[in-house]
């Protein structure tokens, strides 16, 4: 069982890092002009973020918004074959975004970008990515484990009733993050900015 589920983590964690590389290598080679262009990450942009007013509910709701219903969408393929091929998307996709990002910010703050893009992502990233891993975990052994297809088998009900409550569980999580990401991370970051 560990060794299946350290498997499960290398597997995930290959896919991730390839997605991360493969954005660092896109910025590299076609983004630099691109990332001297933007003021998004200038010290002008972060001057103005620190005195802004966060109104904390409504990035809360923003957050929730956006985010569950891709988890709803990706629990669902967890009842199709294409379970898997959505979670390894899913981390590719978030390696790709976050390789983009870090590269993006390294480009143009050098060192100083890369702690700021760990401030923002400091509580959440504690929350969010365990939750994941174990969430793309269920997903991906959910239709390898389908007994709950078959009538005639007595696990069957018990099993989809235990990925029933995975979605449950990680709506939770997520709504964990989000709160950390609303009202915990603004404040957070704003200390850190202050001292780049």
């Known amino acids: 069982m560990w060794k299946q589920?350290?498997?499960?983590?290398?597997?995930?964690?290959?896919?991730?890092?390839?997605g991360f590389a493969a954005g660092v290598l896109y910025m590299v080679v076609f983004g630099r002009a691109v990332v001297h262009e933007t003021t998004l990450l200038s010290r002008y942009f972060f001057s103005k973020y620190q005195q802004v007013e966060f109104a904390s509910g409504e990035l809360l709701f923003y957050i929730l918004k956006s985010r569950l219903g891709a988890v709803t969408l990706l629990w669902l393929t967890g009842f199709t074959i294409f379970g898997r091929m959505a979670a390894f998307?899913?981390?590719?996709?978030?390696?790709?975004?976050?390789?983009?990002?870090?590269?993006?910010?390294?480009?143009?703050?050098?060192?100083?970008?890369?702690?700021?893009?760990l401030a923002a992502s400091l509580p959440q990233a504690l929350i969010y990515v365990p939750a994941a891993v174990?969430?793309?975990?269920?997903?991906?052994?959910?239709?390898?484990?389908?007994?709950?297809?078959?009538?005639?088998?007595?696990?069957?009900?018990?099993?989809?009733?235990?990925?029933?409550?995975?979605?449950?569980?990680?709506?939770?999580?997520?709504?964990?993050?989000?709160?950390?990401?609303?009202?915990?991370?603004?404040?957070?970051?704003?200390?850190?900015?202050?001292?780049i």
């Open 5 to 18: 589920r350290s498997d499960v983590r290398k597997r995930f964690l290959t896919v991730f890092l390839s």
């Open 134 to 195: 174990w969430f793309l975990r269920k997903v991906c052994e959910m239709w390898e484990n389908r007994e709950w297809k078959s009538p005639r088998h007595s696990g069957g009900r018990a099993g989809l009733w235990s990925y029933i409550s995975v979605l449950a569980a990680g709506i939770l999580l997520f709504f964990l993050g989000a709160w950390a990401e609303s009202y915990v991370n603004p404040l957070f970051l704003k200390t850190v900015l202050k001292n």
């Open 89 to 117: 998307l899913t981390l590719t996709w978030t390696g790709l975004a976050l390789g983009v990002t870090w590269t993006a910010a390294a480009m143009k703050l050098g060192f100083a970008g890369i702690l700021v893009c």
